[in-house]
C-alpha cells in the first residue's frame, strides 16, 4: 500500500457505493478524507445503507482520518463552505475525487427506456448531479492547488471507447464528465496540475446488490468491490509520474494491471466491456 499520510484529499459523493471505497482505501493508505454527500446519521436520502458520518469512521479505522461534511453538491452555498473549510483547516488540497452522482435516484427499471419516454428529471439530476457537481467542485479547487504548485483532480466516469451506454440521458451525462476532465487538463497543464477520468467496472455498490437481491439472485462474477476502484485512485495518487496521464481516460482493471493491485478478494478483475454498439 502506499504511503499517503501527507496527502489531504475530498472525495465527494461518499455516503455509499464507488465513494466509500475511494474513501476507504485513500484512508488506508493514512490519507486525510474529507468526505461529502447527503446523507449523515439519522437523515439519509434513499432507502439505501450508508452516511458520510459513516464513511468518515471508516475511514479512521483504516488508519487515515476521516472528517464528515454533509454537502448537497447541487447547492452552491454548500460547494463553497465544504471549501472554505477545508483551507481554513488545512489550507491545501492534494487530490479531489469527483465522483458524486445523482443519476440513479428515483430511476426505477426505466433506465433504458428510448429517450422520447424520459422525463427531463432525469435528465436534471445527472447533470446537475453530475456534470455540474464535478464543475462546481474543481472550480473551486483549482485555485488551490494551483497556489501550492501541485494536485490531481480525478473525475469518475463510465463508459467503454464510443460504445452506447444504454441510455441516452445517461451516455450524454458521462460524455460530458469526460470531457469536462480532458477540457479542465488542457487549461490545468501549464501549471502541471492533473486531471484525468476513471471508468469503474460492474461494481457491487449497495444499489447493485439491492437490485440483484430484488430478483433472488447474486451479483455477477465479473462485478468488483468498490474498494477496486479505490486502489486505483490511490495508485494514481502516489504516482510521481502522473502528469503523464492528465487528460486521459483510463479503466480501473487496466489500471490494477499497470500499478498491480487486487481488488479485495486478491482478483484483478479485467477492464469493464459494454455490449452495445459504437455510436
Same mark, same amino acid.
Given at each position: 500500500?502506499?504511503?499517503?499520510?501527507?496527502?489531504? $484529499?475530498?472525495?465527494?459523493? $461518499?455516503?455509499? %457505493?464507488?465513494?466509500?471505497?475511494?474513501?476507504?482505501?485513500?484512508?488506508?493508505?493514512?490519507?486525510?478524507?474529507? *468526505?461529502?454527500?447527503?446523507?449523515?446519521?439519522?437523515?439519509?436520502?434513499?432507502?439505501?445503507?450508508?452516511?458520510?458520518?459513516?464513511?468518515?469512521?471508516?475511514?479512521? #479505522?483504516?488508519?487515515?482520518?476521516?472528517? $464528515?461534511?454533509?454537502?448537497?453538491?447541487?447547492?452552491?452555498?454548500? *460547494?463553497?463552505?465544504?471549501?472554505?473549510?477545508? /483551507?481554513?483547516?488545512?489550507?491545501?488540497?492534494?487530490?479531489? *475525487?469527483?465522483?458524486?452522482?445523482? %443519476?440513479?435516484?428515483?430511476?426505477?427499471?426505466?433506465?433504458?427506456?428510448?429517450?422520447?419516454?424520459?422525463?427531463?428529471?432525469?435528465?436534471?439530476?445527472?447533470?446537475?448531479? %453530475?456534470?455540474?457537481?464535478?464543475?462546481?467542485?474543481?472550480?473551486?479547487?483549482?485555485?488551490?492547488?494551483?497556489?501550492?504548485?501541485?494536485?490531481?483532480?480525478?473525475?469518475?466516469?463510465?463508459?467503454?471507447? #464510443?460504445?452506447?451506454?444504454?441510455?441516452?440521458?445517461?451516455?450524454?451525462?458521462?460524455?460530458?464528465?469526460?470531457?469536462?476532465?480532458?477540457?479542465?487538463?488542457?487549461?490545468?497543464?501549464?501549471?502541471?496540475?492533473?486531471?484525468?477520468?476513471?471508468?469503474?467496472?460492474?461494481?457491487?455498490?449497495?444499489?447493485?446488490?439491492?437490485?440483484?437481491?430484488?430478483?433472488?439472485? #447474486?451479483?455477477?462474477?465479473?462485478?468488483?468491490?468498490?474498494?477496486?476502484?479505490?486502489?486505483?485512485?490511490?495508485?494514481?495518487?502516489?504516482?510521481?509520474?502522473?502528469? /503523464?496521464?492528465?487528460?486521459?481516460?483510463?479503466?480501473?482493471?487496466?489500471?490494477?494491471?499497470?500499478?498491480?493491485?487486487?481488488?479485495?478478494? %486478491?482478483?484483478?478483475?479485467?477492464?469493464?466491456?459494454?455490449?452495445?454498439? #459504437?455510436?
Amino acid at each position: 500500500m502506499p504511503d499517503l499520510t501527507d496527502t489531504v $484529499a475530498l472525495v465527494t459523493g $461518499a455516503s455509499r %457505493g464507488v465513494g466509500r471505497g475511494i474513501a476507504r482505501e485513500l484512508g488506508a493508505a493514512g490519507a486525510t478524507v474529507y *468526505v461529502t454527500g447527503r446523507s449523515v446519521v439519522g437523515d439519509a436520502t434513499e432507502d439505501l445503507p450508508g452516511t458520510v458520518t459513516e464513511t468518515a469512521t471508516l475511514v479512521d #479505522e483504516a488508519g487515515g482520518t476521516g472528517i $464528515a461534511v454533509r454537502c448537497d453538491h447541487a447547492a452552491d452555498a454548500d *460547494v463553497e463552505a465544504l471549501f472554505a473549510q477545508i /483551507e481554513r483547516d488545512h489550507g491545501r488540497l492534494d487530490l479531489l *475525487v469527483n465522483n458524486v452522482w445523482g %443519476g440513479y435516484e428515483q430511476y426505477g427499471d426505466t433506465f433504458d427506456a428510448p429517450f422520447w419516454e424520459q422525463s427531463l428529471d432525469r435528465w436534471d439530476r445527472m447533470f446537475d448531479v %453530475g456534470a455540474r457537481a464535478h464543475f462546481s467542485a474543481s472550480r473551486l479547487a483549482a485555485p488551490i492547488v494551483r497556489d501550492q504548485g501541485h494536485g490531481l483532480i480525478v473525475g469518475i466516469s463510465s463508459g467503454d471507447g #464510443e460504445k452506447f451506454r444504454g441510455s441516452t440521458p445517461y451516455d450524454v451525462a458521462k460524455t460530458a464528465v469526460d470531457r469536462l476532465g480532458k477540457a479542465m487538463a488542457h487549461e490545468l497543464r501549464a501549471d502541471e496540475i492533473s486531471s484525468l477520468i476513471l471508468y469503474p467496472g460492474f461494481t457491487r455498490t449497495e444499489r447493485v446488490v439491492q437490485a440483484f437481491e430484488e430478483m433472488g439472485e #447474486e451479483p455477477p462474477e465479473e462485478t468488483h468491490s468498490p474498494e477496486y476502484v479505490g486502489r486505483a485512485v490511490v495508485a494514481l495518487a502516489a504516482d510521481e509520474d502522473v502528469f /503523464e496521464k492528465t487528460g486521459g481516460i483510463f479503466a480501473v482493471g487496466d489500471l490494477a494491471r499497470e500499478y498491480d493491485f487486487t481488488d479485495t478478494d %486478491g482478483s484483478q478483475p479485467p477492464r469493464f466491456e459494454l455490449d452495445t454498439e #459504437e455510436l
